[in-house]
């Protein structure tokens, strides 16, 4: 199994600045990776797949990288809609498609 | 617009069976296109996959859950179920369904809105 780990735990961003969540894969995933954002709530929304194929109606702040095993989300200017928590998982191997632990990102 | 719901009982007891159950309305589950799968969320938790099927019937599950879980699809009714046997407290969560593209680059672009499950006697 792939074990997914996502950094920081908890991000503190102002509105208006940027943030850069990390997620590294335990081994090669290549381009197959997921990026989820979740409002308490409310079900996990997709952003973001191949790794930085923004979802529909995604908007353009949002932005995925990387390959291989590490891998980033970069919120250009953190909306107040945008505080959240962020998931990634991996679709390279499977069964089981596996999530990160989650960052959360909130109002500093 | 595709949407899924899930419904079923929010309280199961020790031991029992837990029977959900996704209908998928605006689209038709028999799409070679996607898969249909469940996820959970145990409180204050992450997401846990549990199993994807295909509407041939086709299944993938969660090694971690396979002894206990079983999904199925009825593609008259445009659902999907999940059962999971010898449910204990652990099995508490927020089960949601969710559409899965069947080919890379695979993602889950829709999802249901979550039902929650507490198991207590």
């Known amino acids: 199994e792939i074990v997914m780990t996502q950094s920081p735990a908890t991000l503190s961003v102002s509105p208006g600045e940027r943030a850069t969540l990390s997620c590294r894969a335990s081994q090669s995933v290549s381009s197959n990776l997921a990026w989820y954002q979740q409002k308490p709530g409310q079900a996990p929304r997709l952003l973001i797949y191949g790794a930085s194929t923004r979802a529909t109606g995604i908007p353009a702040r949002f932005s995925g990288s990387g390959s291989g095993t590490e891998f980033t989300l970069t919120i250009s200017s953190l909306q107040s809609e945008d505080f959240a928590v962020y998931y990634c998982q991996q679709y390279h191997n499977w069964p089981p498609w596996t999530f990160g632990q989650g960052t959360k990102v909130e109002i500093k | 617009q595709m949407q899924l719901q899930e419904s079923g009982p929010g309280l199961v007891k020790p031991s029992e069976t837990l029977t959900l159950t996704c209908t998928v309305s605006g689209g038709f589950i028999s799409s070679s296109t996607y898969y249909w799968g469940w996820i959970r969320q145990p409180p204050g938790k992450g997401l846990e996959w549990i199993a994807d099927?295909?509407?041939?019937?086709?299944?993938y599950y969660n090694p971690s859950l396979k002894s206990r879980v079983t999904i199925s699809v009825d593609t008259s009714k445009n659902q999907f179920s999940l059962k999971l046997r010898s449910v204990t407290a652990a099995d508490t969560a927020i089960y949601y369904c969710?559409?899965?593209?069947?080919?890379?680059?695979?993602?889950?672009?829709?999802w249901g809105k979550g039902t929650t499950v507490t198991v207590s006697s």
């Open positions: 099927i295909y509407y041939s019937g086709t299944t």
């Open positions: 969710a559409r899965n593209k069947r080919q890379q680059p695979y993602h889950m672009d829709v």
